[in-house]
């Protein structure tokens, strides 16, 4: 249980149980002692690129029916919204070209420093899969296939973080400010109109400012399973940190991180209710 790669967290009763999965791959900060030797990346580099404090944003929403699934394993071990084999030879010896430097495997840092002090050994990389990637994502998989058997649909929110300017990593580093709420949904094909609609009242009832699928789609959980077809609804929903931490010293604002806890628990019960209905 102590490097345990993600927690699951259940509504307390199954009367309250929604339709609704709470997704969040990037808040853990922990690597654990098997991958400690193959990393260079700093532990500032480790929070810094972590979505920090996502998971207490919404801690309460399996309260109101929700299940969460929640890393705690650092991306810089394996990236759980990134595919498995999106690997480069420069990152691990079995990968492939080109590819991305920030694929399942960090090689570079946002900053562009190294990571890793060489490329992965094959086995290296597979126990990398085996004993992070591949169980999230199978717990995953679990929790959409209950949903579907029992409300005829799955839908996951999946929660993000992103600083709030924009940085080199992600080709636009001329320091703009980005919008407050980003929702991803890859130009609205991976969820249903009223999920990605929903998303998007909430945020300006609250005064907040919404720029859809800028700069962030959504990643691998948005593409992947967002199959509106098949009744599974995937809204990516990135947060700037401005709204509720010190992003130079990673400490949760007093008063904000509060508002925004209580606004990311309505999102959570809204797109719950709208899950059954």
Known sequence: ??????????????????????????????VPAPFMPELLASARAIGRDADLYVDDLYEEAHLDGASMLVARTSRYVADLNRAADDVDAQSAVSGQVPSSPRGVVWRMT??????????????????RLEQVYRPYHAALRALIRRKLSRFG???????????????????????????????????????????????????????????HDEPYKGGFTT???????????????????????????????????????????????????????
């Open 110 to 127: 946002t900053e562009g420093d190294r990571a890793l002090t060489g490329p992965l050994r094959k086995d290296a990389l597979e126990l």
């Open 1 to 30: 249980m102590r490097d345990a790669p993600f927690l699951l967290y259940e509504p307390p009763s199954t009367a309250s149980e929604t339709a609704l999965i709470v997704e969040i791959p990037h808040a853990g900060v922990l």
């Open 153 to 211: 649909r799955a839908v996951i929110l999946a929660a993000h973080s992103m600083p709030s300017n924009a940085r080199v990593a992600h080709g636009d580093d001329d320091g703009r400010v980005r919008a407050d709420v980003v929702p991803g949904s890859r130009g609205r094909t991976s969820a249903a109109a009223k999920y990605i609609d929903a998303v998007d009242s909430h945020a300006r009832r609250r005064g907040f400012t919404v720029a």
């Open 223 to 277: 593409q992947h399973y967002g199959r509106p077809s098949d009744n599974v609804h995937v809204v990516q929903v990135e947060l700037a940190r401005r709204l509720y931490m010190n992003e130079a010293t990673y400490r949760p604002l007093p008063g904000a991180f509060d508002e925004v806890r209580a606004w990311c628990r309505d999102l959570a019960r809204l797109l719950g209710e709208l899950s059954v209905q």
